[in-house]
């Protein structure tokens, strides 16, 4: 057996490497080495998960964002980026769209727009708690103070999803402006945890001056952490931003990573991400496959969803939510799977 597959071997059976192991499991990556973690990792996520995969319906509630991240669409130097924002009740209607269609949980995720103060956004959350009780509601607004997650969690948000982005604190400073830190995003997460959200970090495969060593660091840092949730895609270039002309992530080293976090963390609640699915035509089905098992719908009104431009050439910004439901529960039955009606918390037991 291979040094690389005897890692993969232990890892499974330890839930833990060094972070030099870890550099050599990424550095290894190769077909072989994918395939294996993806058994394993297929086979854990089945005694916990079944067949079911769960589903989100996301809510890009607004594109307006102080932040000026390198890799974002979004971001506030874009002037070409056509802003929008939704109302508390335009965000209702989508929920309640939604409901219909079976989702039991809803992602409100945005820029970091000063619109949505304490005030505003606990107010939404409380009326979306009353009139869908047996939801739950994830925030995904970036960077707020303790006081205000408390507050937003005392209003009803169950969970949190707020991407660590890199854990290298030198690769973090590449992505982001000076008025940013690393160590206040890591406040941040372990601020979310300790008020009782389920918490969600995450990271970008292949974004620029990614390594190896970054990826390591990554899963050393999901080792630890232990997060509800783990969003990772490929990074995919927006042209008016300075990554315009960086090459997207591939699809195939963002499954090993799904299969290995799989591994690390057997409970974990793991996307197939959107962007998956735009670098690579059957990248969800290859993520579910991988080890995956929640899938984020767009809800957003069809008239705002190409305004939410993160990255180039989003799929899925021109159906009806109800297009989608339909058209991705069929492709999650053809790769064996099955779309559930749940609000899909974590099961941290068998
Ligand atoms: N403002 C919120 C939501 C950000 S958008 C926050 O700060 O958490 C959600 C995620 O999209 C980001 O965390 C980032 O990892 C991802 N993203 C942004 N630009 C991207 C790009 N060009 N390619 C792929 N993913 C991107």
């Known amino acids: 057996m291979s040094e690389v597959l005897a890692l993969i071997d232990k890892l499974s059976r330890d839930r833990s490497l060094t972070e030099e192991e870890y550099e050599i499991v990424v550095s290894g990556f190769s077909p072989a080495a994918a395939s294996y973690a993806a058994s394993l990792a297929s086979s854990v996520r089945a005694s916990y998960y079944g067949s079911a995969v769960f589903m989100r319906g996301l809510i890009e509630i607004s594109n307006y964002c102080r932040n000026d991240c390198l890799y974002c669409g979004i971001r506030r130097s874009n002037r070409s980026c056509s802003r929008y924002r939704l109302s508390p009740s335009e ?30 956004l606990c107010s939404i959350v409380s009326s979306l708690k009353s009139s869908f009780p047996d939801c739950a509601v994830t925030l995904s607004m970036g960077e707020r103070s303790h006081e205000s997650y408390a507050a937003l969690f005392a209003a009803g948000a169950d969970r949190y999803l707020l991407r660590h982005e890199t ?10 402006p000076s008025s940013m830190s690393f160590s206040n995003r890591m406040e941040c997460l372990s601020s979310l945890r300790s008020i009782g959200y389920q918490v969600g970090c995450g990271f970008m495969v292949g974004s620029p001056y990614q390594d190896a060593s970054c990826l390591a660091r990554d899963l050393k840092f999901i080792e630890s952490f232990r997060p509800d ?16 002309s960086f090459p997207a992530g591939s699809s195939d080293l963002t499954c090993y990573l799904l299969s290995l976090i799989r591994i690390i963390y057997p409970p974990v609640l793991l996307p197939a991400t959107t962007a998956l699915g735009t670098v690579d035509p059957m990248g969800r089905e290859k993520g579910l496959k991988a080890g995956a098992n929640v899938v984020m719908p767009n809800l957003s009104p069809v008239a705002v969803r190409s305004k939410y431009s993160l990255y180039d050439n989003k799929i899925c910004t021109g159906e009806e939510a109800s297009e989608c439901v339909s058209c991705l529960g069929s492709r999650i039955k053809n790769a064996g799977y099955q779309l559930v009606v749940d609000r899909g918390d974590i099961r941290k037991e068998i």
Do not use: N, S, W
């Open 229 to 244: 949730m783990c969003g990772i895609g490929p990074f995919v270039p927006h042209k008016d931003t300075p990554f315009g």
């Open 167 to 176: 854990a290298c604190p030198e690769h973090y400073a590449r992505l982001h």
């Open 91 to 120: 965000i209702l209607a989508c929920a309640e769209k939604g409901y219909g269609l079976g989702f039991r949980t809803f992602v409100l995720q945005g820029g970091e727009d000063p619109y949505y103060t304490d005030a505003v």
